[in-house]
């Protein structure tokens, strides 16, 4: 083993300590009778955090392994995540166990808990992915754990429909990709990212570029829309989610969005100075302004609790690709220095998966409620699962504390000031309005088609207000006399409030996120008027 | 008196409800008196705190100037681009309103007392922290803290409508809260293209108010074809929001419905306040950002507001229900202050402005009384009720005082903001505009006047069929609710018929905290009646500096197509 691959090992460090964990989960479970999978779980997530914070996150870059700020960012994301994410599958499952539900028993806790680091290792992978090999094998890392998760939730018709169907486009979206990739493989000769874009750059009238740029840019979008469930890879979204847990829908409304976000961001670092620009910013902005409207359209006529929040991910699929849109299309301001839309895309990444984790660790939490019953009415009938809306009537009065952090989370969602979510969307627009920002609004200019964005962006978070509302009404403004059990487990309690302190502490003082958002965006895509020291200097003396 | 900085004066008036509701959050296991009773002294504190700062202000000779007062700043979130301070300060233009914040919340929750018996706790805090927003928008320094007081107020008062309003309030929230939305999303696009503006031209990221209005004096956003009529499109971004908050016609719709449905309390804050935030807004933002674009929608805005004035008190002629009555009333009053901002004369803004605080306290001071008059008869059907006078003769007193402050009768506030408003829009018709626009104007002011006439007319004939004549109100045994604690009224004869002269029986008048809700505003409603230049003097400079850039514009225009008009004759 030479020098260079040892160091490659200690760049992945974190990586190696979750698929360590992940081995002691597997092999405790089936031979050692260990019982608490997602302890070693939470433990291996919380031993990777600590090798994380070790590291210097400056940037070293080693056979294909990019260690910066951005990927330190996404590590840094996907294992706070986990965490939360790990609370809420705990506690899901053992609801599962008291409940006693067909075809699901403790053994399975350990399985699921090394499952669920591998994903989260693949999903780090992916992050710090320089090289087009590792980046597949990453999404790949993070694909197949999903599948097993999905399958092995769930026995019933529904849950197994959900779980191949979620297969099956995953294999389609991954295929996509790989022709993405072989595309850029074409052009650059090269699976290194860097010396696809040293090359790009050098030959970019060259015929094959000319040739495969748009064909690798158009499958790299659309594989990427797939783990965002944005247009055109989004329908699959509500169907799944419903038909699986809370905790899973809650990993798949945040997870794979990482993953999705990661790839259009190594996308634009290749193609951001290459010939076509004009073909990626176009095409993003379509898809987020499609996206968002249609996510949230459907999201308006959904009575169940899972299909809408899987209709509110779309639409929030669609906000987080106006980021991108606005990255992919550099600033022309002149003296402006432009955050880029990248780092908006970040920093709205972690505001969305807190309180979209929240929601679903809330849901997970509350379990199940009894149905509507009189006592003359013969025996009672058997607790159901909250799967409605309806089924959060008068929540306020039954368990005010889930209640509020619901309504808090839905209010950050919606982008209601001065929640996360609005300092989100207020990133988000402000880049969108950036682009060419001296320049005059006119029809067909790149200015235009960004202002129209923002407008669309503010315009639909008025929309989803209307379905959030919906929830929120129900929670506050009715009454009911059906109980809510709150048997879904303490630990999906516990992630809710954790979530809930995050709301808190990111409403307060959002700059610390965004500061490192900044920086994580900066280091992939440079700020484009950085060149002219005046604007910088001004900047700096405030 | 200078026991503390202004500074720290400003911050703790704002930050004094959110203390109270957390203390009236703590004692909710205490019951219903104790929570009312904490938000009561939380609000007359704060209301204390205001007017000593509102004396302190007006006693410091570097306000007169025209210098913010009791400034706070810091840093918010300084990032990248991003500049946005938690930065307050009071100046002539936020501080009646500031004033008048605190002192409607004192009547929010006097008219709250017994009216809110169902989750007491959750009703009086939402209404302490509305009352920390309202304080805050008008108090905010920077764009985005403006904006987020601005939207924020929508939570509480989302709350107040859809958990203690009336049979439709489910709707009346969800309404109220997507339209406001949905206007001031567009508002909050403009106003960051402002800024951005400013960024990019002057090399400065700024999100502060003031540095925004001097910075857009030196690069005034575009009004050219060239420049993609920049200042306009923003102007209308603006005006989305400002327009459905107001409301002008036709951005109306939400505010019947919300008003009728709303609980007394909110009513109040609702038509005292947060309708005032539109105006606000137009005079701290548009007005002094961008006159160009105001030069060129003023003539329309100014007719908008008469179109509101005539047919806010068209429609509220027709109303059955009271409380629906003093809404239309409401769309009715802000079409003066709308035309009065747009006649873009001295006289008519400075009107207009007062006229804010005007409307705000008679139209709270009605929402209140019509409140109280539910409480007691359980309808607010104007042919079910009928002599209220002779059994309440002190809520006829304020209700007729209300009225009158309304309809603008000279002794009182109302006339003076009306009379303003009306002298500078004939003012703007006679001069000062191009001989095209001449008649335009006169009839549009003339107009206006026979909404004056309109409005005494609805809102006299009104008072009539509620206060006088026979009792009508239905039967009180008809399942109305007579708690034991209604003392006053509540020994009077149960089954009684209700018709024919009242006797001692039937007597139900105006209640300890009822008096005490209502008489603050009376003494006002008097008060700005009868000295008004008290309440002009500190406000005119800022108004006049808020307004001069878009009259000038507006003069520049007029001149303009005078010139043109000539030209044409002249040379046919």
């Given at each position: 083993?030479?020098?260079?691959?040892?160091?490659t090992?200690?760049?992945?460090?974190?990586?190696?300590?979750?698929?360590?964990?992940?081995?002691?989960?597997?092999?405790?479970?089936?031979?050692?009778?260990?019982?608490f999978?997602?302890?070693?779980?939470?433990?291996?997530?919380?031993?990777?955090?600590?090798?994380?914070?070790?590291?210097?996150?400056?940037?070293?870059?080693?056979?294909?392994?990019?260690?910066d700020?951005?990927?330190?960012?996404i590590?840094?994301t996907?294992?706070?995540l986990?965490?939360?994410?790990?609370?809420?599958?705990?506690?899901?499952l053992?609801?599962?166990?008291?409940?006693?539900?067909?075809?699901?028993?403790?053994?399975?806790?350990?399985?699921?808990?090394?499952?669920?680091?591998?994903?989260?290792?693949g999903l780090?992978?992916?992050?710090?992915?320089?090289?087009?090999?590792?980046?597949f094998?990453?999404?790949?890392?993070?694909?197949?754990?999903?599948?097993?998760?999905l399958?092995?939730?769930?026995?019933?018709?529904?849950?197994?429909?959900?779980?191949l169907?979620?297969?099956?486009?995953?294999l389609?979206?991954?295929?996509?990709?790989?022709y993405?990739?072989?595309?850029?493989?074409?052009?650059?000769?090269?699976t290194?990212?860097?010396a696809?874009?040293?090359?790009?750059?050098?030959?970019?009238?060259?015929r094959?570029?000319?040739?495969?740029?748009?064909?690798?840019?158009?499958?790299?979008?659309?594989?990427?829309?797939?783990?965002?469930?944005?247009?055109?890879?989004?329908?699959y979204?509500?169907?799944?989610?419903?038909?699986?847990?809370?905790?899973?829908a809650?990993?798949?409304s945040?997870?794979?969005?990482?993953?999705?976000?990661?790839?259009?961001?190594?996308?634009?670092?290749?193609?951001g100075?290459?010939a076509?620009?004009?073909?990626?910013?176009?095409?993003?902005?379509?898809?987020?302004?499609?996206?968002m409207?249609?996510?949230?359209?459907m999201?308006?006529?959904?009575?169940?609790?899972?299909r809408?929040?899987?209709?509110s991910?779309?639409?929030?699929?669609?906000?987080?690709?106006v980021?991108?849109?606005?990255?992919?299309?550099?600033?022309?301001?002149?003296?402006?220095?432009?955050?880029?839309g990248?780092?908006?895309?970040?920093?709205?990444?972690?505001?969305?998966?807190?309180?979209?984790?929240?929601?679903?660790?809330?849901?997970?939490?509350?379990?199940?409620?009894?149905?509507?019953?009189?006592?003359?009415?013969?025996?009672?009938?058997?607790?159901?699962e909250?799967?409605?809306?309806?089924?959060?009537?008068?929540?306020?009065?039954?368990?005010?504390?889930?209640?509020?952090?619901i309504?808090?989370?839905?209010?950050?969602?919606?982008?209601?000031?001065?929640?996360?979510?609005?300092?989100?969307?207020?990133?988000?627009a402000?880049?969108?309005?950036?682009?060419?920002?001296?320049?005059?609004?006119?029809?067909?200019?790149?200015?235009?088609w960004?202002?129209?964005?923002?407008?669309?962006?503010?315009l639909?978070?008025?929309?989803?207000?209307?379905?959030?509302?919906?929830?929120?009404?129900?929670?506050?403004f009715?009454?009911?006399?059906?109980?809510?059990?709150?048997?879904?487990?303490?630990?999906?309690?516990?992630?809710?409030?954790?979530?809930?302190?995050?709301?808190g502490?990111?409403?307060?003082?959002?700059?610390?996120?965004?500061?490192?958002?900044?920086?994580?965006?900066?280091?992939?895509?440079?700020?484009?008027?950085?060149?002219?020291?005046d604007?910088?200097?001004?900047?700096?003396?405030? | 008196?200078?026991g503390?900085?202004?500074?720290?004066?400003?911050l703790?008036?704002?930050?004094?409800?959110?203390?109270?509701?957390?203390?009236?959050?703590?004692?909710?296991?205490?019951g219903?008196?104790?929570?009312?009773?904490?938000?009561?002294?939380?609000?007359?504190?704060?209301?204390?705190?205001?007017?000593?700062l509102?004396?302190?202000?007006?006693?410091?000779?570097?306000?007169?100037?025209?210098?913010?007062?009791?400034?706070?700043?810091?840093?918010w979130?300084?990032e990248?681009?991003?500049?946005v301070?938690?930065?307050?300060?009071?100046?002539?233009?936020?501080?009646?309103?500031?004033?008048?914040?605190?002192?409607?919340?004192?009547?929010?929750?006097f008219?709250?007392?017994?009216?809110?018996?169902?989750?007491?706790?959750?009703?009086?805090?939402?209404?302490?922290v509305?009352?920390?927003?309202?304080?805050?928008?008008?108090?905010?320094?920077?764009?985005?803290?403006f904006?987020?007081?601005?939207?924020?107020?929508l939570?509480?008062?989302?709350?107040?409508?859809?958990?203690?309003?009336h049979?439709?309030?489910?709707?009346?929230?969800?309404k109220?809260?997507?339209?406001?939305?949905?206007?001031?999303v567009?508002?909050f696009?403009?106003?960051?293209?402002?800024?951005?503006?400013?960024?990019?031209?002057a090399?400065?990221?700024?999100?502060?108010?003031?540095?925004?209005?001097?910075?857009?004096?030196?690069?005034?956003?575009?009004?050219?074809?060239?420049?993609g009529?920049?200042?306009?499109?923003?102007?209308?971004a603006?005006?989305?929001?400002?327009?459905?908050?107001?409301?002008i016609?036709?951005f109306?719709?939400?505010?019947?419905?919300?008003?009728?449905?709303a609980?007394?309390?909110?009513?109040?804050?609702?038509?005292?306040v947060?309708?005032?935030l539109?105006?606000?807004?137009?005079l701290?933002?548009?007005?002094?950002m961008l006159?160009?674009?105001?030069?060129?929608?003023?003539?329309w805005?100014?007719?908008?507001?008469?179109?509101?004035?005539?047919?806010?008190?068209?429609v509220a002629?027709?109303q059955?229900?009271?409380k629906r009555?003093?809404?239309?009333?409401?769309?009715?009053?802000?079409?003066?202050?709308?035309?009065?901002?747009?006649?873009?004369?001295?006289?008519?803004?400075?009107g207009?402005n007062?006229?804010?605080?005007?409307?705000?306290?008679?139209?709270?001071?009605?929402f209140?009384?019509?409140?109280?008059?539910?409480?007691?008869?359980?309808?607010?059907?104007?042919?079910?009720?009928g002599?209220?006078?002779s059994?309440?003769?002190?809520?006829?007193?304020?209700?007729?005082?209300?009225?009158?402050?309304?309809?603008?009768?000279?002794?009182?506030?109302?006339?003076?903001?009306?009379?303003?408003?009306?002298?500078g829009s004939f003012?703007?018709a006679?001069?000062?505009?191009?001989?095209a626009?001449?008649?335009?104007?006169?009839?549009?002011?003339?107009?206006?006047?026979?909404?004056?006439?309109l409005?005494?007319?609805?809102?006299?004939?009104?008072?009539?069929?509620?206060?006088?004549?026979?009792?009508?109100?239905?039967?009180?045994s008809?399942?109305?609710?007579?708690?034991?604690?209604?003392a006053?009224?509540?020994?009077?004869?149960?089954?009684?018929?209700g018709?024919?002269?009242a006797?001692?029986h039937?007597r139900?008048?105006l209640?300890?905290?009822?008096?005490?809700?209502?008489l603050?505003?009376?003494?006002?409603?008097?008060?700005?009646?009868?000295?008004?230049?008290?309440?002009?003097?500190?406000?005119?400079?800022?108004?006049?500096k808020a307004?001069?850039?878009?009259a000038?514009?507006?003069?520049?225009?007029?001149?303009?197509?005078?010139t043109?008009?000539?030209?044409?004759?002249?040379?046919?």
């Amino acid at each position: 083993m030479n020098a260079t691959s040892l160091e490659t090992f200690s760049l992945l460090a974190p990586e190696i300590v979750m698929v360590l964990a992940a081995l002691v989960a597997y092999l405790g479970g089936a031979f050692a009778g260990l019982r608490f999978g997602w302890l070693v779980a939470a433990a291996g997530i919380v031993a990777a955090m600590v090798v994380t914070r070790g590291q210097a996150s400056d940037a070293a870059f080693s056979a294909g392994i990019a260690i910066d700020p951005f990927s330190t960012y996404i590590r840094w994301t996907v294992l706070a995540l986990g965490l939360l994410l790990c609370l809420v599958q705990s506690g899901d499952l053992f609801a599962a166990a008291v409940s006693r539900g067909p075809g699901l028993h403790r053994g399975g806790t350990c399985e699921e808990a090394g499952t669920f680091l591998l994903l989260l290792a693949g999903l780090s992978l992916v992050g710090v992915a320089g090289d087009l090999v590792l980046l597949f094998a990453g999404l790949e890392l993070v694909s197949i754990p999903t599948y097993i998760l999905l399958g092995l939730k769930r026995t019933d018709a529904r849950g197994q429909e959900a779980s191949l169907k979620y297969f099956f486009l995953s294999l389609v979206a991954s295929a996509i990709f790989l022709y993405a990739l072989v595309c850029l493989y074409g052009i650059g000769g090269s699976t290194d990212l860097g010396a696809i874009a040293a090359r790009l750059k050098a030959e970019a009238t060259g015929r094959t570029a000319q040739a495969l740029l748009p064909l690798a840019i158009g499958l790299g979008v659309v594989g990427a829309a797939f783990r965002l469930a944005a247009v055109p890879m989004h329908f699959y979204a509500p169907d799944v989610y419903e038909g699986t847990s809370p905790g899973n829908a809650a990993l798949l409304s945040t997870l794979p969005k990482v993953a999705g976000i990661v790839v259009l961001a190594r996308l634009l670092v290749l193609v951001g100075p290459a010939a076509s620009p004009d073909l990626l910013w176009r095409i993003v902005v379509v898809l987020a302004a499609v996206t968002m409207t249609v996510g949230n359209v459907m999201a308006l006529w959904q009575t169940n609790l899972r299909r809408l929040l899987a209709c509110s991910s779309i639409a929030h699929a669609g906000y987080l690709l106006v980021g991108i849109a606005a990255a992919a299309a550099p600033s022309l301001s002149p003296r402006l220095l432009s955050t880029g839309g990248l780092s908006a895309t970040l920093f709205y990444l972690a505001t969305y998966a807190i309180a979209t984790i929240g929601v679903f660790g809330a849901i997970a939490y509350l379990g199940h409620r009894w149905p509507e019953w009189t006592s003359g009415s013969g025996p009672r009938p058997p607790r159901e699962e909250i799967t409605t809306v309806d089924d959060l009537d008068g929540l306020s009065g039954t368990n005010p504390v889930a209640a509020f952090a619901i309504a808090v989370f839905l209010l950050s969602l919606a982008g209601i000031p001065p929640l996360p979510g609005f300092w989100g969307k207020l990133a988000l627009a402000f880049s969108a309005l950036e682009v060419d920002g001296a320049a005059a609004i006119e029809v067909g200019s790149r200015r235009s088609w960004f202002v129209g964005l923002a407008v669309l962006l503010v315009l639909n978070a008025a929309i989803a207000a209307a379905y959030y509302l919906r929830i929120i009404a129900a929670m506050y403004f009715k009454t009911t006399k059906r109980g809510v059990q709150a048997d879904g487990g303490l630990a999906a309690g516990v992630a809710m409030l954790a979530c809930l302190v995050l709301v808190g502490m990111v409403t307060v003082r959002p700059r610390g996120l965004l500061t490192a958002a900044s920086r994580a965006g900066e280091s992939l895509v440079p700020p484009a008027a950085a060149a002219l020291p005046d604007a910088l200097d001004t900047i700096a003396t405030r | 008196m200078n026991g503390f900085s202004p500074s720290s004066h400003l911050l703790l008036t704002i930050a004094a409800p959110l203390v109270g509701a957390v203390i009236a959050w703590l004692l909710g296991s205490r019951g219903v008196s104790a929570v009312r009773q904490s938000a009561a002294v939380t609000t007359l504190v704060t209301l204390a705190l205001a007017a000593w700062l509102i004396v302190r202000y007006l006693a410091d000779p570097a306000t007169a100037s025209g210098l913010p007062y009791g400034l706070v700043e810091f840093p918010w979130l300084t990032e990248g681009i991003f500049d946005v301070r938690f930065s307050l300060g009071l100046d002539g233009l936020s501080l009646w309103m500031f004033g008048l914040a605190a002192l409607l919340s004192v009547t929010a929750v006097f008219v709250s007392w017994d009216a809110i018996k169902d989750r007491p706790v959750g009703f009086y805090v939402l209404l302490l922290v509305l009352e920390a927003a309202m304080l805050g928008v008008f108090a905010a320094r920077d764009v985005i803290l403006f904006y987020v007081f601005f939207e924020f107020t929508l939570v509480p008062l989302f709350f107040l409508i859809g958990i203690w309003g009336h049979d439709e309030r489910r709707k009346a929230a969800v309404k109220f809260f997507i339209y406001t939305l949905t206007g001031s999303v567009l508002t909050f696009l403009g106003l960051l293209t402002i800024v951005l503006w400013h960024a990019n031209h002057a090399g400065v990221v700024t999100f502060d108010i003031e540095s925004l209005v001097d910075g857009t004096k030196i690069h005034p956003l575009p009004m050219t074809a060239a420049g993609g009529w920049l200042q306009m499109v923003v102007f209308l971004a603006l005006l989305a929001g400002f327009a459905v908050k107001v409301p002008i016609v036709p951005f109306h719709t939400w505010l019947p419905l919300a008003h009728v449905e709303a609980p007394t309390g909110g009513s109040v804050d609702l038509a005292g306040v947060l309708l005032k935030l539109g105006i606000y807004g137009f005079l701290r933002f548009s007005m002094p950002m961008l006159p160009e674009a105001t030069a060129v929608a003023a003539p329309w805005l100014f007719g908008l507001g008469v179109v509101g004035i005539v047919y806010g008190a068209l429609v509220a002629l027709v109303q059955t229900d009271l409380k629906r009555l003093i809404a239309y009333s409401s769309v009715s009053h802000m079409g003066y202050i709308v035309m009065g901002l747009f006649a873009l004369t001295p006289v008519a803004t400075e009107g207009a402005n007062l006229q804010l605080v005007n409307h705000g306290l008679s139209s709270a001071g009605l929402f209140a009384l019509v409140g109280m008059i539910y409480e007691r008869f359980h309808t607010r059907n104007i042919a079910s009720l009928g002599g209220i006078a002779s059994k309440a003769p002190w809520l006829a007193v304020f209700f007729m005082l209300f009225t009158f402050s309304s309809i603008g009768l000279p002794g009182l506030n109302g006339f003076v903001g009306e009379f303003m408003i009306l002298l500078g829009s004939f003012q703007r018709a006679w001069s000062g505009v191009s001989p095209a626009w001449q008649f335009a104007y006169l009839v549009m002011a003339l107009l206006a006047v026979a909404g004056v006439v309109l409005g005494a007319w609805y809102m006299l004939w009104a008072v009539e069929r509620v206060l006088f004549g026979g009792s009508r109100e239905p039967p009180r045994s008809a399942g109305h609710g007579h708690e034991p604690g209604h003392a006053d009224h509540g020994h009077g004869g149960h089954g009684h018929g209700g018709h024919g002269a009242a006797d001692d029986h039937d007597r139900c008048d105006l209640r300890w905290h009822e008096l005490a809700a209502v008489l603050p505003l009376a003494v006002f409603v008097l008060w700005i009646g009868l000295t008004p230049a008290t309440f002009l003097a500190p406000a005119a400079p800022a108004v006049r500096k808020a307004t001069a850039a878009s009259a000038v514009a507006f003069a520049a225009r007029m001149q303009a197509e005078t010139t043109a008009t000539v030209a044409r004759i002249t040379n046919p």
